[in-house]
């Protein structure tokens, strides 16, 4: 009985845990494709992506590499960046580390960013 209680209750935690992925993951996407921008087009120019909720690893890559970002409406170059704030300009080199970027007039902060395309 300990067993199948154990077995139910880890197979709802995991799909909880999959569904939410998928639902960051899916809009990212959508957004693409509004943008006419498709995940093997950027594959092929040497791009990677990483869609869905930004946490751990790809809130620590180096602002270098990162080409776009997706938002829930939007992609935007990093190039075309206007500004970005940093919680500590002194040690900013990674997305965990910026408050928002600023491109023209839209202000995204990190907690918006629903995917980043990067080399």
Same mark, same amino acid.
């Given at each position: 009985?300990?067993?199948?209680?154990?077995?139910? #209750?880890? #197979?709802?935690?995991?799909?909880?845990?999959?569904? %939410?992925? /998928? #639902?960051?993951? !899916?809009?990212?996407?959508?957004?693409?494709?509004?943008?006419?921008?498709?995940?093997?087009?950027?594959?092929?120019? %040497?791009?990677?992506?990483?869609? !869905?909720? /930004?946490? !751990?690893? %790809?809130?620590?890559? &180096?602002? &270098?590499?990162?080409?776009?970002?997706?938002? %829930?409406?939007?992609?935007?170059?990093?190039?075309?960046?206007?500004?970005?704030?940093?919680?500590?300009? =002194?040690?900013?080199?990674?997305?965990? &580390?910026?408050?928002?970027?600023?491109?023209?007039? /839209?202000?995204?902060?990190? =907690?918006?960013?629903?995917?980043? /395309?990067?080399?």
């Amino acid at each position: 009985m300990k067993s199948m209680i154990l077995l139910i #209750t880890l #197979t709802l935690f995991s799909s909880l845990a999959l569904a %939410g992925e /998928i #639902t960051g993951a !899916g809009q990212a996407i959508e957004v693409l494709k509004a943008h006419n921008i498709s995940i093997n087009q950027l594959q092929q120019r %040497g791009l990677k992506v990483l869609l !869905g909720e /930004i946490t !751990g690893a %790809g809130k620590r890559l &180096d602002l &270098d590499r990162i080409n776009m970002i997706v938002t %829930g409406s939007k992609v935007l170059e990093m190039q075309q960046a206007s500004h970005i704030e940093f919680k500590h300009p =002194s040690q900013a080199r990674s997305l965990k &580390d910026v408050r928002h970027l600023e491109f023209n007039h /839209i202000k995204v902060k990190v =907690s918006q960013v629903k995917g980043i /395309i990067y080399k």
